[in-house]
């Protein structure tokens, strides 16, 4: 298999999200779980659950073989931002993120750390987060990724 730049960086975006931990590998339950909150139901049923845990070789696999490359990384982060905001404030509370990171595995981030996630995107200072200051931390991670200078 052979992934262009584009789609190996796009999959290890997704990757990251997968494993937020960076363990090196995605467990079946977080990426049942992750499936599951997306909602898309002709997504799920294309995919064949892994029973093993999945490395980043063998999740872009899996990932090549079932890719549209419709959705853009805004898209599919408006979905996220939507599953996290679970009192569909519009808004992300530092409750919600915990939440959400700790659904996910990622118990390894204190409260202050992500008061601090929280603090730096909240552009507007009112403590929680829109999903204007969320695509806009979303981008600036995804830039980092890919090794750009960011601001």
């Known amino acids: 298999m052979s992934l262009s730049h584009g789609q190996e960086i796009e999959f290890k975006e997704a990757f990251a999200l997968f494993d937020p931990t960076n363990s090196g590998v995605i467990q079946p339950k977080a990426f ?8 898309n ?16 070789k063998a999740f872009s696999a899996l990932m090549a073989r079932n890719h549209k490359g419709a959705e853009t990384s805004d898209e599919a982060y408006g979905a996220l931002f ?3 905001n679970k009192d569909g ?13 700790q659904h996910f595995g ?3 981030l204190s ?3 992500v008061d601090e996630i929280v603090h730096e995107a909240d552009v507007s200072g009112d403590g929680r987060i ?3 200051e969320f695509l806009k931390i979303m981008q600036k991670s995804e830039k980092k990724l890919r090794g750009e200078h960011v601001l």
């Open 41 to 56: 139901p002709e997504l799920t049923n294309s995919i064949k659950l892994p029973t093993q845990p999945l490395d980043f």
């Open 32 to 39: 049942a779980d992750f499936l599951a909150l997306l909602n």
């Open 130 to 132: 829109t999903l204007e």
């Open 111 to 113: 409260e202050a750390d």
């Open 82 to 84: 939507h599953t996290i």
């Open 89 to 101: 404030s519009g808004n992300v509370s530092s409750a919600e993120l915990r939440a959400a990171l």
């Open 106 to 108: 990622n118990n390894s």
